[in-house]
C-alpha cells in the first residue's frame, strides 16, 4: 500500500518578514499562505537572515563589481611586491633588532593575527621575516594588564603562581628564617613543599621587590659609660701619649690618672718611649 505522505511546504522569508511588517493577514491568505500559518508568524520574533551583498545585485552590476576588484586586487599585489623587494633589498630581519614591551609589539602582533584569518601563519611570518620561535616567544611574554605582575595567569610551566609569591615572601620576611640564608631559604622551601623555584630566583625577587631580611643584635651593645671608681685612690689610670714636635723630633708624656677625680697625680716627659719610666712614678 502506498504511504500517505505530507509534504510542508516552504515559504520565502522575505514574504513572512512582510506579513510581520504590515500586519496583513490577507496578503498573506491571497498569496495561498494558510491563516493559521500567517497568524504564527506575526507571533513569533523576527530573526537575522544570514544573506551576501551579491544575492541582490543584477548581472551588470556583479560584473561592474568584478572589474573594480580586478583593479583593485592588480593594485595591492603590485603594492605587496614593492614592500617585499624593499625588505630584501634592505636585508631587514627581526633577528637583528629588538622591539621593547609595549604597543608597537601588540600592534604587530595584532597586525599578524588579522592576517591569519586569510594566509597560513608559516607564509604571513615568512613574508614578515620572522622566525616561529620568536613568534611564539612574543606571545608567551604578553601582559596580562593587571598592575601586579603575580597576579598575572600562568602562562608558562615554570612561572610562580600568586600563591607561590606570597609564600617567597613571607618566608623571606619572617621573624623565624632571619638567621636562615637566601639560598638556603629557597632548599628549605623545597623540603617543606611550600614552593618549588631556585635560589637564583628567590634572590631576583628579593632585589626587584626591594624585600627586607629580618636582622637582629646577637651579640649585646656595648657600654656607653667606662668604669667609676667610687673613692680617691681606688683607681688608677696609666697612659703613655706620643707628641710630634715641629722639628720633627718625637716626646713620650708618661701620665697617671686618678679615676674617681680625673685629675693627674704623676707625670714625665722622655725623649724615647721607656716603660720603666711609668713604673718608677707608680712606685
Known amino acids: 500500500m502506498p504511504e500517505n505522505t505530507h509534504t510542508q511546504k516552504q515559504y520565502d522569508h522575505r ?10 493577514l490577507d496578503l498573506a491568505v491571497r498569496h495561498g499562505v ?7 508568524w506575526l507571533r513569533q520574533a523576527s ?16 560584473q561592474r563589481e568584478v572589474l573594480h576588484l580586478r583593479r583593485r586586487i592588480t593594485r595591492l599585489l603590485a ?42 601563519l608559516g607564509e604571513v611570518l615568512k613574508l614578515i621575516g620572522m622566525s616561529s620561535t620568536r613568534y611564539h616567544a612574543w606571545l608567551g611574554k604578553q601582559e596580562c594588564g593587571l598592575d601586579d605582575q603575580p597576579c598575572c595567569p600562568r602562562s608558562t610551566p615554570q612561572q610562580l603562581t600568586r600563591q607561590e609569591y606570597l609564600a617567597i615572601r613571607d618566608m623571606v620576611t619572617n621573624d623565624e628564617y632571619r638567621h636562615v640564608s637566601t639560598g638556603t631559604l629557597a632548599r628549605v622551601a623545597q623540603r617543606l613543599g611550600r614552593v618549588f623555584a ?7 625577587l628579593v632585589r626587584a621587590n626591594e624585600w627586607r631580611r629580618p636582622r637582629q643584635r646577637v651579640h649585646p651593645a656595648k657600654p656607653t659609660v667606662g668604669i667609676r671608681a667610687t673613692r680617691p685612690n ?24 686618678v679615676n674617681f677625680s680625673r685629675r693627674l697625680m704623676a707625670w714625665r716627659v722622655n725623649d724615647t718611649f721607656i716603660p720603666a719610666v711609668t713604673a718608677e712614678m707608680v712606685f
Open 15 to 24: 514574504l513572512r518578514r512582510l506579513i510581520q511588517k504590515t500586519d496583513d
Open 34 to 40: 494558510p491563516r493559521s500559518t500567517a497568524r504564527g
Open 47 to 62: 530573526t537575522d537572515v544570514v544573506s551576501i551583498d551579491g544575492l541582490d545585485m543584477d548581472a551588470e552590476a556583479l
Open 79 to 120: 603594492l605587496l611586491h614593492l614592500v617585499v623587494v624593499a625588505i630584501k633589498v634592505a636585508e631587514f630581519s627581526f633577528d637583528r633588532i629588538r622591539i621593547p614591551e609595549g604597543a608597537r609589539k601588540q600592534r604587530l602582533l595584532r597586525a599578524i593575527e588579522r592576517t591569519r584569518a586569510h594566509l597560513p
Open 198 to 204: 631556585s635560589p637564583t630566583t628567590w634572590y631576583r
Open 234 to 257: 681606688e683607681i688608677w689610670h696609666v697612659d703613655t701619649t706620643l707628641i710630634r714636635l715641629l722639628d720633627g723630633s718625637k716626646a713620650y708624656l708618661h701620665a697617671i690618672i
